[in-house]
């Protein structure tokens, strides 16, 4: 079965760092780009970023950029998402997703497999 | 970054009803537009690509159309699953933005 499963759900303070985690199974993990999507409460989607495990080619939301990075290890088939000093305004769903190649020749692109989303707390 | 407006942003119907929602984007993304489906406290998912294709799985009373800036889903006739939020998306260009959803409740 494909599936992405992600690191569980973090409480932590302003000004504190944090990494989660998306760990990608049955399929070749380094052949798929891997995304990343905030949910703020009771709000819609937001597209952050994008991995390409194979040779980590990374690609950043304007609105995200410089603050957060996204990584990958292909070794053990796990993506990364991080902060170096949470704000309260990072109180979110995170979903980490896979971006498949669709259509006769692969022009189009959509998230097919979706993880179970990490809900991240900052409050003091 | 191209804007995605959706319409109406919340909508009631019956079970058995035909529904439409609208997805504009704010400049031309030819065909390059995905819809999803969100159902409280579970993770999106994908129902149709390319703006009419229809994502492996996904029942066939959903579908889509359009081209350009202006695109549909429909659902033919509403079932008790399909009261959800949903949302577009545009493959277009990075950032791929997304609309700002449309919730679909029980009248």
């Known amino acids: 079965e494909v599936q992405l499963v992600q690191s569980g759900a973090e409480v932590k303070k302003p000004g504190e760092s944090l990494k989660i985690s998306c760990k990608g199974s049955g399929y070749s993990f380094t052949s798929y780009w891997i995304g990343w999507v905030r949910q703020m409460p009771g709000k819609g989607l937001e597209w952050m970023g994008i991995?390409?495990?194979?040779?980590?080619?990374?690609r950043y939301s304007p609105s995200f950029q410089g603050q957060v990075t996204i990584s990958a290890d292909k070794s053990i088939s796990t993506a990364y998402l991080q902060w170096s000093s949470l704000k309260a305004s990072d109180t979110a769903m995170y979903y980490c997703?896979?971006?498949?190649?669709?259509?006769?020749?692969?022009?189009?692109?959509?998230?097919?497999?979706w993880g179970q989303g990490t809900m991240v707390t900052v409050s003091s | 970054d191209i804007q995605m407006t959706q319409s109406p942003s919340s909508l009631s119907a019956s079970v058995g009803d035909r529904v439409t929602i609208t997805c504009r984007a704010s400049?031309?993304?030819?065909?390059?537009l995905n819809w999803y489906q969100q159902k409280p406290g579970k993770a999106p998912k994908l129902l149709i690509y390319a703006a009419s294709s229809l994502q492996s799985g996904v029942p066939s009373r959903f579908s889509g159309s359009g081209s350009g800036t202006d695109f549909t889903l429909t659902i033919s006739s509403l079932q008790p699953e399909d009261f959800a939020t949903y949302y577009c998306q545009q493959s277009y260009s990075t950032p791929r933005t997304f609309g700002q959803g449309t919730r679909l409740e029980i009248k």
């Open positions: 400049q031309s993304i030819s065909s390059y």
């Open positions: 997703v896979r971006l498949i190649q669709l259509g006769p020749l692969g022009f189009y692109d959509a998230f097919d497999i």
């Open positions: 991995i390409y495990p194979g040779d980590s080619d990374t």
